[in-house]
């Protein structure tokens, strides 16, 4: 996201949106890539409470908050897109409240990587997850990327 301190992430946060809403798809290829044709699309307040519900020292991913909000809203998937952004979107806006009450930096891309588009990037995101006893490695040569070591282990399961 582009020019981040400008926008008012926690107004686009709760912008009434037509979510949640279960659409059918019919491109063979979407339906085998994610193993049926109910795609959710739920709203940004959906992904933040979720974000809000991980404890002090757990982790969750976002294809975990994903494959949640689907089952809960009995869908087969959760768009990607659409929920790539709005993870975002909930950890920008609780960096721009003074209580920061969604603790974003818990939430890991896919494999435990950390997300370089949160607020601070890499850096903020490892010194946050250090704090709470996680170890952070590096992997790659050339282009490094980061990564939560047993990640796997401090998995918070997110209930129905």
Known sequence: MTQEAQKDFNAMLRQPRDMPRVQTV????????????RMLLAPPLAYDAVMRAVPFGRLTTAGEIRAHLARRH??????????????????????????????????????????????????AQRAL??????????????????FVRDYERSLFPLSE
């Open 26 to 37: 019919t491109d063979p290829g979407t339906i085998a890539k994610y193993g049926g044709s």
């Open 74 to 123: 009995q869908a087969d998937f959760t768009d990607p897109m659409t929920a790539g952004i709005f993870i975002s979107m909930a950890a920008w806006a609780s960096f721009q409240r003074p209580e920061r009450d969604t603790p974003y930096w818990r939430t890991l891309k896919a494999g435990g990587e950390l997300n370089e588009k949160y607020p601070g990037g890499i850096p």
């Open 129 to 146: 997850l250090e704090a709470e006893g996680h170890t952070v490695v590096s992997r790659g040569r050339t282009r490094l990327r980061w």
